[in-house]
């Protein structure tokens, strides 16, 4: 392990090397040969998706895994979206004159080596490599076993036009221990990985937090919740939030709850559970909910639960300041919604609550770097510090200070 960081951490300095228009042109050759490749990848996903038959793992899983021809070309376009960005290293984002005549610059600058812990998505893989690429830094990725045969062939589609242009694989590579024990060498490793984003389930995140010596940016728990204000256009409110459970509900910006104002409950929760009930969702709900629809009961442990699965809770709340209460209590930081025409309840909901992204009338399934314009995202920050949000190449970059002197002394 010690060896193979090495190499990486040696390959970080070739990369600095390599101007803004190479990177991009060799980001374009990786979304074509995803595209050549298309059927060695299919190929290597069939391996994982009769394990995860063998295995049972959930339809949600199963979702997250499985690669097509669609998403595939997905995989590439997303490379090109990324190769599209603007050059994010090298920028000057601040400068002054002191009174001791220094010239300042302040200069955008790659972080060094990421190490990227994810499960089950085989795009993360691409997604990953391409902005780590693009913003000049080596990225060190450790997939899910689920997804290993998979990876391994993005991996070495990539690698192999690295070697094309005279590049080391090291620049884009999968650890060479993907055991627990090799995570747990990886996640100390300070003195070669500049950065670790883990990305998963709870166990995982709390696994690196707790034992990293390298500093860690998360990506946590998705637990989103959408309000239905009684200011709420209720078709939309009915769509968004329809949208926001069950268009995808295996992944991290999907909603677990549903917030309902208690002045439009009576009204709204019929239509609600006719809806759902079309889609197969199971729900639960609050006292105040088994009141008017027939569902199964909601308890605490359900309205803290990330089920990445097509179950949905339901709450009545008292207004914005119910919802808010709500959203405090058991929220994770990543995406939060209400839904309302009333300009005054919506700038509350917005100043109010603390979450990564906060929506008015528009779907949590949103956040995300694709969808934000950022061309994809290596993860979904629930920090606050650096990087917040869908982290695109702006958060893969830190910055230095370059100070132009003419014999200053101090």
Known sequence: MEQFLQEAKSASRILSTISGAEKKRILKEMANSLRVNTMNLLEANALDMADADKNNLTPALKDRLLLDEKRIDAMAVAIEDIAALKEPVGRVLDGWVTED?????????????????????????????????????????????????SNIAIAKVLQTVLEKNNLPISLISLIPDSSREGVAQL????????????????????????????????????????????????????????????????????????????????????????EFTRTGTELKGCENTQKIIEVANATEEDYDTEYLANILNIRVVDGVEGAIEHIVKYGSGHSESIISQNITSSEIFLNAIDAAAVYVNASTRFTDGGAFGFGAEVGISTNKLHARGPMGIEGLTTYKFKVYGSGQTR
Do not use: W
């Not at 200069?107 to 000049?136: H, M, Q």
């Not at 003195?191 to 690196?208: E, H, S």
């Open 101 to 149: 005549n220094l010239k300042i610059e302040k200069v955008s600058i790659p972080i060094g080596v990421i190490g990227i812990i994810y499960e089950s998505r085989p795009n993360v893989t691409s997604d990953t490599a391409a902005l780590c690429f693009k913003s000049s830094n080596v990225c060190v990725l450790k997939g899910g076993k689920e997804a290993e045969n």
């Open 187 to 274: 996640i100390k490793m300070d003195k070669y990985v500049d950065l670790i984003i883990p990305r998963g389930g709870a166990g995982l995140i709390k696994y690196v937090s707790e034992n990293a010596t390298v500093s860690v940016v998360k990506h946590d728990k998705g637990q989103c919740h959408t309000y239905v204000d009684k200011d709420a256009k209720i078709d939309d409110a009915i769509a968004i939030a329809l949208n926001a459970k069950v268009q995808r509900p295996g992944v991290c910006n999907a909603m677990e709850t549903l917030l309902v104002d208690s002045a439009i409950a009576q009204e709204f929760l019929p239509i609600v559970k006719l």
